[in-house]
């Protein structure tokens, strides 16, 4: 018989007290231990935001402003070329139109 009988008489009086017991802590420790890591990830949100960005720039760097320009002009000629396949049967002048305009730079 230990000291606690004094502190808990009713685990004392009932056995299965201690079961219970044991069973509702095995319940409630990883729900406490999940609001605990929540809670982490919260507070330090934006500094886990930023090693990640920094992370992705490290494997893939962003491209410069030139090489971003270039490609936006790249995409409108390739959609102005596929619009002239698009009309070539039916509005042979207007796909030649559209082919002169993605031509020009």
């Known amino acids: 018989m ?3 009988t004094v ?4 685990e004392a009086a ?10 509702i ?3 409630v420790r990883p729900a406490l231990g999940l609001g605990a890591l929540m809670t982490f990830l919260m507070v330090f949100k934006p500094l886990i935001l930023g090693v ?3 992370a992705v720039l ?3 760097p962003r491209k410069s402003l030139e090489q971003r320009l ?3 002009k790249f995409n409108g000629k390739r959609m102005l070329d596929s619009l002239a396949n698009e009309y070539s049967l039916t509005q042979p002048n207007f796909a030649a139109e559209l082919r002169s305009m993605a031509g020009r730079d």
């Open 2 to 4: 230990s000291f606690l």
């Open 7 to 10: 502190a808990f008489p009713a």
């Open 14 to 23: 009932f056995p299965f007290t201690q079961a219970v017991i044991g069973l």
């Open 25 to 27: 802590g095995a319940y």
């Open 52 to 54: 990640a960005q920094a």
């Open 58 to 60: 490290l494997v893939k």
């Open 70 to 72: 270039q490609a936006h």
